[in-house]
């Protein structure tokens, strides 16, 4: 169930849950594959998925910092020099669909 729909953040099903659980090839599941987390306490748990959604949260914002840097050099002055620049479409995976039509059209 998705959070904002009532579910919890950062929850993700298992890959053997449900009746027949959901078909991988990989017997892991995505978070704790070895079940590290069985025994920890909720705090702990908690904690954790705080840290982990900053971490994701962090992630973002230095893939924004990197691609303002390219787009419009001297924009984010510790990655001066560093990044080179571009002067593409810093956009265009999500131009056109799969099928290479613009979105919205028929």
Do not use: W
């Amino acid at each position: 169930k998705h959070y904002m729909a009532g579910g919890k953040p950062g929850d993700f099903p298992d890959f053997t849950s449900g009746p027949d659980g959901i078909p991988h090839p990989v017997p892991f599941n995505l978070y704790d594959p070895f079940k590290f987390s069985k025994n920890m306490s909720e705090e702990k748990k908690a904690s954790r998925l705080r840290a982990e959604i900053n971490n994701g949260r962090l992630a973002q914002l230095g893939i924004l910092g990197f691609l303002s840097e390219q787009c419009a050099p001297g924009s984010v002055p510790f990655l001066s020099g560093v990044v080179q620049p571009y002067d593409g479409e810093p956009m265009a995976p999500f131009v056109t669909n799969y099928m290479g039509q613009a979105f919205g059209s028929n």
